[in-house]
């Protein structure tokens, strides 16, 4: 598939970095230190941070400025509820203190970057 022949979304790199963190997220899953498996809040970890990249592509795919940023909005709100959950992992120790803070780096970079297309697109309305 080359370059133009794909939906634009895929060129944003707040999208590209989001699904790299939702990727890295899923396989902090797959082995989490725990012997009791929660699944229901496993479910809403891959829930919300599948939603950050999600979000944003449907946004792109919108007819407006105005639809994307509320979009966007939405993103954003799943990135501050999966970084809560990775914090209540580490409470509970099935994830490492470093792990926390990489993921924690990578959300915070996310975070900026949708916080300033938020505030390109305002311009423009």
Not at 11 to 40: C, G, M, P
Not at 53 to 64: H, L
Request: hydrophobic share 40%; proline share 2%; no cysteine.
């Amino acid at each position: 598939m080359d370059r133009q022949s794909h939906p634009n979304f895929k060129d944003l790199q707040v999208w590209q970095k989001s699904l790299i963190f939702a990727n890295q997220v899923i396989d902090l899953i797959e082995n989490l230190n725990t012997d009791r498996k929660h699944y229901r809040l496993i479910e809403q970890l891959e829930a919300s941070v599948t939603s950050v990249p999600m979000n944003i592509a449907e946004g792109k795919g919108r007819n407006s400025s105005k639809e994307f940023i509320r979009f966007l909005y939405i993103a954003r709100g799943s990135l501050y509820e999966t970084l809560t959950l990775l914090e209540i992992f580490k409470l509970r120790e099935w994830i490492s203190e470093q792990q926390f803070t990489e993921l924690e780096e990578s959300s915070s970079e996310i975070a900026r970057m949708i916080n300033g297309l938020i505030r390109s697109l305002a311009r423009y309305l």
